[in-house]
């Protein structure tokens, strides 16, 4: 199972990005699927995470201003922000809690990241 994620780019604070990322090699489940930011000299961070049924979490940071989705019937996660402001700036990473096969275990994959920078 391998994740790319894309979107990402270069944009005004105040501005909006949409960013995409899609798991393939046709897993046989997929549970959560999340979006995760690093920046530089920080730790990863939790930003939203989205589960099976629809249930949604956000980091307080992002509350108001991100929206998380999911279309199963193409594996993928969405994650809309808007209202972006400098301290958005980040290399996003997706991630899936899923199943490679029906008796694989479930485990967490991650995408390669993609850059998003807000300038003020």
């Known amino acids: 199972v391998q994740l790319q994620a894309s979107g990402g780019g270069v944009v005004q604070a105040g501005g909006s990005l949409r960013l995409s990322c899609t798991a393939s090699g046709n897993p046989f489940s997929i549970q959560d699927m999340g979006w995760y930011r690093q920046a530089p000299g920080k730790q990863r961070e939790l930003v939203a995470v989205?589960?099976?049924?629809?249930?949604?979490d956000y980091a307080d940071s992002v509350k108001g201003r991100v929206t998380i989705s999911r279309d199963d019937a193409k594996n993928a996660v969405y994650l809309e922000m808007s209202s972006l402001k400098p301290e958005d700036t980040a290399v996003y990473h997706c991630?899936?809690?899923?199943?490679?096969?029906?008796?694989?275990?479930?485990?967490?994959?991650w995408g390669q990241g993609t850059q998003v920078t807000v300038s003020s």
């Open positions: 989205i589960g099976r049924g629809g249930l949604t």
């Open positions: 991630k899936i809690q899923g199943q490679r096969t029906m008796l694989a275990s479930l485990r967490d994959y």
